[in-house]
């Protein structure tokens, strides 16, 4: 298995993946992929990985959103992070965000934000293991299927980038 760099032409398994995960009703208050376009538009051009299988199949992906386009929070950015379902409890989650952290970490991001529904717990764990921490609950901040759902906002804070020289 190897982490590359995702480009265009991973965007069919990458979807795929992220279909599988809109799927369940746990990963994102999404209802379908987008198309490529606005896919790659709503995602940093940089930070963007996948992980290949022996066969150089996709098995995962990692990905950096933005969260606003102020020039304040330039170092700021929002975690995806989603296994295909027959590479799950592999480990690949947790290679993958943590090539991602060191990723966003060479592109001068100083703190990276996760969006995760409570009850998707190892998606909490994955994070909480990368040094991310629940920085609050979100209560019904979005709909999904008729259904108010809350989320919890996770942060990690870098301990390299944004240093506060004293």
């Not at 982490?3 to 979807?15: E, F, Y």
């Not at 989650?93 to 990276?112: K, N, V, Y």
């Amino acid at each position: 298995m190897r982490i590359d760099t995702m480009t265009p032409d991973d965007w069919p398994a990458v979807r795929d993946i992220y279909e599988a995960g809109i799927a369940t009703g746990e990963a994102t208050f999404q209802t379908e992929a987008p198309p490529w376009g606005a896919w790659d538009a709503a995602h940093l051009p940089t930070c963007r990985l996948v992980m290949r299988d022996d066969e150089d199949s996709v098995i995962g992906w990692a990905a950096l959103g933005r969260v606003s386009a102020r020039p304040v929070y330039s170092g700021v950015a929002e975690v995806s992070v989603y296994v295909a379902e027959s590479a799950r409890g592999r480990g690949i989650g947790l290679q993958l965000l943590t090539a991602l952290i060191d990723a966003s970490e060479r592109d001068g991001r100083w703190t990276l934000q996760a969006s995760i529904f409570p009850e998707n717990t190892a998606s909490i764990g994955l994070h909480e293991r990368c040094g991310f921490r629940i920085v609050g609950r979100r209560e019904r901040i979005g709909c999904q299927y008729g259904r108010w759902r809350d989320t919890f906002l996770l942060e990690r804070r870098s301990s390299v980038v944004g240093v506060a020289n004293e």
